[in-house]
């Protein structure tokens, strides 16, 4: 069977799917993933078959995004009929976002103009002629598996924001804005928008069931998400297990690459970990450390994975974000939540706070002293360790990537269907 990956091109997005990407491809699948060319090496580094799709020229580059975003007036509509209760807003507003994102590669303009992020998908589908095609915020994909024949499926990096965004605006009696992304990419091929082109034929989810959110979206195919974070040489400091315990900081390699970290936090957290005693590995590059005063108890590096990191590690301090989550729900290490930034760090927050496997901490309203305090009961506290464990065995009692490669080969036989003729 021939698997075509289509993943937003931030290696956040890419990383989820590596790991199922891999069990298929050593199943005996014929395995690639497309993307905007700025993803090609991250893809090429796991193993994978990278397709590039457009050129750096012609795809809009990431730092492009605010023009897809949308506007003020645009969000509040959609923000009032989200999130009519408060606890709702965070959930709301990444929805925008996934609709800014989205745009971004799946916009189609008038006149016939050049749509490279939907006609080469399109031709690639047609030339390679997939059996299965599985996209992340990259509905042209299913357009194009509808095209050839091939069964397609979304994949999730994090809770389903799309589906249920949607589900709430029709219910609210708005105009469903995923559909009015999706119908000029249908129309541009013969085809009418229908549900399966924006919610897949079926889901690939690797969120916890108790951190999903309500949706009548089709099938849910759970995968327990396997931490990945790129490849390192490991430096030698790392292997030999710490004297005394080691608490990471880390806020994230999206938050880095779009510059999202706020210096005042750094340095709060700086601080706190300042009078630990303790070892303090901080995953900070230059920019980030720029005017910070780094503690001498504190190692900062540009980059290390952080499932070789966490391993070793006693506590994690972290912004909320999926990935640095679940590789430390994977090594059974206490969590330190901050909770001011990231707009799903409350949900994780919850789901670890809820499960007595870490605490939540917000630096504008809390002192470094209090900041510091809450890593020491981390430490300390054996209540947390058992918190831990608990997330753990939850997470493990999820499929893992190879458990489900015989589900998604039946599902994909059962969707496929007779290619399109090409207009």
């Given at each position: ?47 994978l078959t990278a397709v590039g799709i457009g050129t750096e020229e012609t795809m809009t580059p990431l730092a492009g995004a605010e023009e897809f975003m949308p506007d003020e007036e645009e969000s509040e509509r959609l923000l009032e009929l989200l999130a009519s209760d408060p606890a709702d807003r965070p959930a709301a507003e990444m929805f925008t ?40 915020q990259w509905p042209a994909a299913a357009v194009a598996a509808r095209l050839v024949g091939a069964a397609h499926a979304r994949i999730l990096c994090g809770p389903d924001y799309w589906a249920w965004g949607r589900e709430r605006i029709v219910a609210a009696g708005g105009a469903d804005p995923t559909a009015a992304i999706v119908a000029p990419i ?238």
């Amino acid at each position: 069977m021939r698997i075509m990956f289509t993943i937003w091109p931030m290696a956040a997005h890419l990383y989820p799917a590596v790991p199922l990407a891999l069990a298929l491809q050593s199943a005996g699948h014929e395995v690639c993933v497309a993307s905007h060319p700025l993803l090609t090496r991250a893809i090429t580094a796991a193993g994978l078959t990278a397709v590039g799709i457009g050129t750096e020229e012609t795809m809009t580059p990431l730092a492009g995004a605010e023009e897809f975003m949308p506007d003020e007036e645009e969000s509040e509509r959609l923000l009032e009929l989200l999130a009519s209760d408060p606890a709702d807003r965070p959930a709301a507003e990444m929805f925008t976002l996934f609709l800014g994102a989205v745009r971004m590669y799946n916009t189609v303009p008038g006149a016939g103009g050049a749509a490279p992020g939907v006609d080469d998908v399109v031709a690639f589908a047609r030339a390679w002629q997939p059996d299965l095609v599985v996209w992340e915020q990259w509905p042209a994909a299913a357009v194009a598996a509808r095209l050839v024949g091939a069964a397609h499926a979304r994949i999730l990096c994090g809770p389903d924001y799309w589906a249920w965004g949607r589900e709430r605006i029709v219910a609210a009696g708005g105009a469903d804005p995923t559909a009015a992304i999706v119908a000029p990419i249908a129309e541009r091929y013969g085809l009418e928008v229908d549900e399966e082109l924006v919610l897949g034929q079926w889901t690939i989810d690797p969120t916890p069931k108790a951190l999903r959110l309500p949706t009548t979206a089709p099938r849910t195919v759970s995968v327990r998400r396997v931490p990945l974070s790129g490849g390192v040489v490991l430096p030698r400091w790392l292997h030999p297990r710490p004297e005394r315990p080691r608490v990471a900081v880390s806020l994230g390699i999206s938050g880095r690459a779009m510059r999202m970290a706020d210096r005042k936090l750094i340095g709060s957290v700086l601080e706190a970990v300042g009078g630990l005693d303790a070892e303090v590995v901080a995953t900070f590059d230059a920019l980030q450390l720029e005017g910070q005063r780094v503690p001498e108890n504190t190692r900062t590096v540009d980059f290390v994975p952080l499932s070789q990191l966490f391993e070793t590690c006693s506590v994690v301090v972290h912004h909320g974000g999926g990935g640095t989550f679940a590789a430390a729900v994977a090594h059974k290490v206490p969590q330190l939540i901050e909770t001011s930034g990231e707009l799903e760090c409350a949900a994780y927050a919850d789901y670890v706070t809820d499960r007595d496997g870490g605490l939540s901490v917000n630096y504008a309203r809390q002192s470094p002293q209090e900041i510091r305090r809450s890593i020491e009961r981390l430490i300390e506290e054996p209540v947390f360790g058992k918190g831990a464990d608990t997330l753990h065995a939850e997470w493990l009692a999820m499929p893992g990537p190879v458990d489900v490669v015989p589900t998604l080969e039946r599902l994909a036989a059962q969707h496929r269907t007779a290619p399109l003729p090409a207009r």
